[in-house]
């Protein structure tokens, strides 16, 4: 059963933006850390690269050193969606990102995660 679906990757070039999505319809959204991950080509089998984690409320934040200043994190628990706005993006950003979700942000951040999601691909091209 899949209780958290990512959407909004797709092919762009270098310096553009993407925001990434994903739904979680079928869970109690608003009482869990979210975060994103991602897995970069050639890296199957290795661990996922953090990115960013939000707190429940949104109040608190992380980010990994390669995405700072560059992506965002937000989520929408009315609607059940976390949120990654991604800006200036290069061909190092070339990943699977995954959603993922955990009882804290700073866990999420640890790898803490008790869900994951399916992962979109997100291709930057030069």
């Known amino acids: 059963q899949v209780h958290l679906v990512e959407s909004g990757g797709g092919l762009v070039y270098t310096g553009d933006s993407l925001r990434l999505s994903c739904a979680a319809p079928?869970?109690?959204?608003?009482?869990?850390?979210m975060g994103w991950f991602r897995r970069a080509p050639g890296q199957e089998g290795q661990e996922r690269e953090f990115?960013?984690?939000?707190?429940?409320?949104?109040?608190?934040?992380y980010y990994g050193d390669s995405v700072k200043g560059r992506f965002t994190v937000s989520r929408d628990n009315a609607n059940k969606t976390l949120y990654l706005q991604m800006n200036s993006l290069t061909p190092e950003d070339s990943a699977v990102y995954y959603c993922?979700?955990?009882?804290?942000?700073?866990?999420?951040?640890?790898?803490?995660?008790?869900?994951w999601g399916q992962g979109t691909q997100v291709t930057v091209s030069s």
């Open positions: 990115v960013a984690a939000i707190s429940w409320n949104g109040d608190h934040t």
């Open positions: 079928g869970r109690t959204f608003s009482i869990y850390a």
């Open positions: 993922a979700e955990g009882n804290t942000a700073w866990g999420v951040r640890d790898g803490y995660v008790a869900q």
